[in-house]
């Protein structure tokens, strides 16, 4: 693990170098696509071992070994002309007529990245340290799956593509929570960098006992419309011992809700949709009309009620603002109540998401097919003694346990609190709702988190105005 640490480290000190990279998105996007196509050969020389009839769906001059995996082989002007021109070219236009999903992936996957390098020598330096790791072997792809874990949270402070990352602690506990069982289709339609997945690969991976339980991991899909999320989470999940990962890259708002049928329907869902965005090119027009929104959150609920079946349960990340409102954040959530049990919403502090969101967050825990008749409501405490999460202090797993505690054995205290459906109902179907038993804890910002603060609100500000721009064009 130290010399794997190491040996990334050593990557990211060549790619600081190269005039090409401007910030960490880039570099890590640039790092992404290099280590997608390393593991990606790794494993197509495993199954052309295991299988003699198996083809790697690469045209043989583009594969790793023709090009990179030579220490001494092709650099500077040379390697950077071949992959500008020939590499990329060629597997954006790969053919995936045979039906050969892995030929779909890698063509998905280079049709939405690029080469930022400007160095073929420093591509060169890359790609050599690349060439130590055999992703074969188990034990190297562990132990990387854990580094390329902390490389996936430094994207919370990568600008824009934070918004991908989901802390694992949160992950893990939804996960846990709605136990995801073999057999079952599980979906995450906003999938991002892939955490909800590999949880749930992970948690799976502990019921299975024979070889043919390994396909059932299959059922686990994802959906995502963003080139960069695709791509890493794609390679999340091959590091997680998923040969063929089951994502797809589409934007699922992009269809009539009718389109979506009996067959698309599955056992469980696990979300951390988009919040805060406009919804583009009157996607929103797919929906009924009484459910028609820019708001990106109020959408994905609609559709994650759609998609799952009678019985089905799901558990998502919800910004405070769709949890009240008039109109059709109205209209959603008395769906939401009148379709699913909606039995508990854990309240968690502003800061889980920081930096790239400080609005207040919540869990939702729905199983569809009953109403509601009660909600539980559990608030998530800061650890004793800390004012905030930030890039240092993120929420941790264990932090999860008192309310594990609480789950199965549900007593009104100060931090839960009982609310029957008539209650909500009278309130218009408001559900924020806080905490009866305590007065409402105040943050003392300190100036330099009240600087970052107004930043992110002329940021979201600029946005918003540059999207109603667009619709008026």
């Not at 799952?308 to 919800?318: Q, S, T």
């Not at 939702?364 to 905030?388: A, C, I």
């Not at 205290?413 to 905490?435: C, E, F, H, M």
Request: include cysteine; glycine fraction near 6%; charged fraction near 25%.
């Amino acid at each position: 693990m130290s010399n794997l640490s190491s040996l990334y480290k050593s990557i990211e000190k060549i790619m600081w170098t190269d005039t090409g990279l401007n910030g960490d998105a880039q570099r890590i996007e640039q790092f992404a696509w290099m280590l997608f196509f390393k593991i990606f050969s790794d494993k197509d020389k495993d199954l052309e071992m295991a299988d003699d009839s198996y083809q790697s769906p690469i045209p043989a001059a583009y594969r790793w070994d023709a090009w990179a995996a030579n220490d001494e082989g092709i650099t500077g002007d040379e390697l950077l002309a071949f992959i500008d021109r020939e590499l990329f070219p060629t597997l954006r236009n790969l053919s995936f007529t045979s039906g050969n999903r892995r030929a779909l992936i890698v063509r998905e996957v280079f049709e939405g990245n690029n080469n930022y390098m400007k160095s073929g020598t420093n591509l060169r330096k890359v790609l050599n340290k690349l060439n130590e790791i055999d992703f074969n072997r188990a034990k190297d792809r562990h132990a990387f799956g854990d580094i390329y874990e902390s490389i996936l949270k430094g994207l919370q402070s990568a600008g824009k593509s934070g918004e991908f990352y989901t802390p694992r602690a949160v992950t893990q506990f939804i996960t846990d929570t709605l136990a995801p069982k073999l057999g079952e289709t599980i979906l995450d339609p906003a999938c991002g960098t892939g955490g909800f997945l590999t949880s749930t690969v992970e948690h799976l991976k502990a019921q299975t006992k024979a070889v043919a339980d390994q396909q059932e991991l299959q059922k686990v899909k994802g959906w995502e419309y963003k080139p960069l999320p695709f791509l890493l989470a794609t390679t999340n999940l091959i590091l997680h011992d998923v040969a063929v990962p089951n994502i797809t890259f589409r934007d699922v708002l992009d269809q009539p809700l009718s389109a979506y049928s009996q067959k698309d329907r599955v056992d469980v869902v696990l979300a951390n949709p988009p919040f805060g965005g406009v919804v583009a090119n009157g996607n929103e027009t797919n929906f009924p009309a009484t459910f028609r929104t820019k708001e990106s959150a109020d959408l994905f609920l609609v559709l994650i009620m759609h998609l799952l079946k009678d019985g089905g349960r799901a558990g998502m990340v919800l910004p405070d603002g769709s949890l009240t409102g008039e109109g059709v954040k109205q209209r959603v959530r008395q769906k939401l109540l009148e379709d699913c049990n909606l039995h508990t919403i854990v309240r968690l502090p502003n800061s889980v998401f920081q930096p790239y969101a400080t609005v207040a967050t919540n869990l939702l825990f729905f199983t569809k097919g009953t109403p509601t008749k009660e909600v539980w409501y559990y608030q998530h405490r800061l650890p004793e003694g800390q004012k905030s999460y930030s890039k240092t202090k993120t929420i941790r797993r264990e932090e999860f346990q008192p309310l594990e505690a609480w789950w199965h054995n549900r007593q009104e205290s100060d931090v839960a609190w009982r609310v029957p459906i008539q209650t909500i109902i009278d309130r218009g179907y408001d559900l924020d709702i806080k905490n009866p038993h305590q007065t409402e804890e105040t943050h003392e910002y300190t100036s330099a988190e009240l600087i970052e603060l107004l930043a992110q609100s002329f940021a979201k500000s600029e946005g918003l105005l540059n999207a109603l721009k667009g619709e008026l064009v």
